[in-house]
C-alpha cells in the first residue's frame, strides 16, 4: 500500500524541491497603458493527493471510537466469558501427626521429636553484640562469666534451621554442668583450666568438640574483631558430628512437663517488667510481657535484644534460678557456680510468676523444677530461658 503524502501546513512555505516551484518562471511584462489591471485569481491550497483534509476533530473522534471498540472486545473477552470468581478452599491431605518436640516441647514431625543436641557456648560481651542464631535455639542458659560479663550455653536440636551460630567462645565447668544433661555435642572455643581438665576426664557426658582441634568445622568473620568473630552452622557440627564418636550417640534426655498456652481473655491485662541485675547496666536484663503473643519480649541495657539479623529475642518460658556463686579456690578469678543440689526458683510464664524449687541431683541428671508441692511445673511450648544468679541477686518483678 503506497504511503500517502503529506500535505504542508498552511503556515509553512513550499520548499525548494517540491513540484510546485520547479516550474519555470516567465518574465515579468510592462503596462505603460492605465488600462484596469486584471483581477488576481485566488487558488486554493489542495493537499498532494488531489483531496480535501479532514477536520481535526474528526480524527479525534474516530481515535476514540477505535479505543471504545477494543475497550469493549478486551473487557468481553476478560470477564463477560469467563465464569464468576469463586473462593478456593485448600485441603490439609497430610495425615501424619505432629508431636511434642522433647526438649522444649514445640509440635514437630514424629522423627524430629528427639534428637541429638549441639550445646554451644556463646559469648555476650559488648563487643560481641549482636548474636547470631539465638532465636532459633530451644534452650538458653544465661549466667555470670568473668568481670560481671554474662555468657550463653544455647542448646538447638539437630535438624533445626539455623544459618548461622555464634560469636563461639570458651568454656567454663558449670556450661559443661547443664550440657551434661543431654550428652550433647558440647561446642567451644578453648576454656578456663578447669573446664578444660573436666573435658578430658572420663567423668563428663558430653562430647567434646574444641575449635582449637575442629578448626575446619569453624569460620572467622572478617568484618569483626577478633576474638568476637568465630561461628559456626548446623552444617559444620553435624559434619563434626559425624566423624566424632557422638555419630552413634542415642539421645537419653527426658522432657520437661509441657501444658498448653490459656486464650487471650485469662491472660492479665498488665504485667510488670522483670529486671535481673547481673552486674553493671550493660548486663541488665528486662522482660516485656506480650499479651497477645503470650510470650516475654526480652532488652537488655534497656535495649532491644536483637540478633545479627535484627530479630528481638523472645522466651516463651524463663526460669530464674538462684544458686550458690563464689570463686574457685585457689583461683581468684575463675567462676564456682553450685550447680547440683537445691534451691529457690521463679517460673515467669502466661504472664504469671510462680515460686517453686530447682533441683539438679547430678551433672548427667536432669533438672528437675518443682512447685511448693513439689509437682513439675509445667512449661508452654517454646523456647526456655533459665537465668542462673547470685542467691543474693537483684530480681525485680
Do not use: C
Amino acid at each position: 500500500m503506497a504511503k500517502k503524502p503529506t500535505a504542508l501546513p498552511s503556515h509553512e512555505s513550499a520548499r525548494a524541491d517540491d513540484p510546485i516551484d520547479r516550474q519555470p518562471e516567465k518574465s515579468p511584462t510592462l503596462r505603460t497603458s492605465n488600462t484596469e489591471l486584471p483581477k488576481p485569481t485566488v487558488v486554493k491550497p489542495t493537499s498532494a493527493s488531489g483531496r480535501r483534509r479532514l477536520p481535526i476533530w474528526i480524527w479525534y473522534a474516530a481515535a476514540g471510537l477505535v479505543i471504545l471498540v477494543v475497550a469493549g472486545v478486551l473487557g468481553w473477552k476478560l470477564f463477560g466469558s469467563s465464569p464468576a470468581p469463586t473462593n478456593t478452599v485448600v485441603t490439609n491431605t497430610s495425615t501424619e501427626k505432629l508431636v511434642p518436640r522433647v526438649l522444649d516441647g514445640v509440635p514437630v514431625q514424629a522423627d524430629r521429636a528427639f534428637t541429638n543436641i549441639y550445646a554451644v557456648v556463646i559469648e555476650n560481651m559488648v563487643d560481641s553484640r549482636p548474636p547470631s542464631g539465638l532465636d532459633k535455639a530451644s534452650v538458653i542458659y544465661e549466667t555470670l562469666a568473668e568481670g560481671g560479663i554474662t555468657r550463653f550455653l544455647a542448646l538447638w536440636p539437630v535438624g533445626q534451621a539455623v544459618d548461622q551460630i555464634g560469636p563461639v567462645r570458651s568454656a567454663r565447668p558449670y556450661f559443661i554442668s547443664w550440657a551434661a544433661e543431654y550428652k550433647p555435642l558440647f561446642v567451644h572455643a578453648g576454656g578456663s583450666p578447669q573446664a578444660l581438665a573436666t573435658l578430658k576426664s572420663s567423668q563428663t557426658n558430653v562430647y567434646d568438640f574444641n575449635q582449637f582441634t575442629h578448626g575446619g568445622n569453624f569460620v572467622r568473620d572478617n568484618t569483626r574483631p577478633a576474638p568476637h568473630n568465630l561461628y559456626t552452622d548446623p552444617d559444620k557440627l553435624y559434619s563434626g558430628l559425624r566423624n566424632s564418636p557422638a555419630r552413634d550417640a542415642v539421645p537419653t534426655y527426658t522432657s520437661w512437663l509441657f501444658k498448653g498456652e490459656p486464650p487471650f481473655d485469662n491472660r492479665p491485662a498488665t504485667v510488670n517488667d522483670l529486671v535481673i541485675d547481673f552486674s553493671s547496666f550493660s548486663y541488665k536484663v528486662t522482660y516485656k510481657y506480650d499479651r497477645v503473643q503470650n510470650s516475654y519480649l526480652r532488652f537488655v541495657a534497656d535495649q532491644p535484644h536483637l540478633t545479627r539479623d535484627g530479630v528481638q529475642l523472645v522466651a516463651k518460658n524463663i526460669m530464674v534460678q538462684f544458686e550458690k556463686i563464689g570463686l574457685i579456690a585457689n583461683d581468684k578469678q575463675r567462676l564456682d557456680i553450685q550447680t547440683i543440689g537445691s534451691g529457690k526458683l521463679l517460673l515467669f510464664r502466661d504472664g504469671t510468676v510462680t515460686s517453686g524449687t530447682w533441683k539438679k541431683d547430678s551433672d548427667a541428671a536432669r533438672t528437675q523444677w518443682l512447685d511448693a508441692s513439689g509437682n513439675a511445673l509445667a512449661l508452654n511450648p517454646g523456647q526456655i530461658w533459665i537465668e542462673t544468679v547470685p542467691t543474693d541477686a537483684k530480681v525485680t518483678y
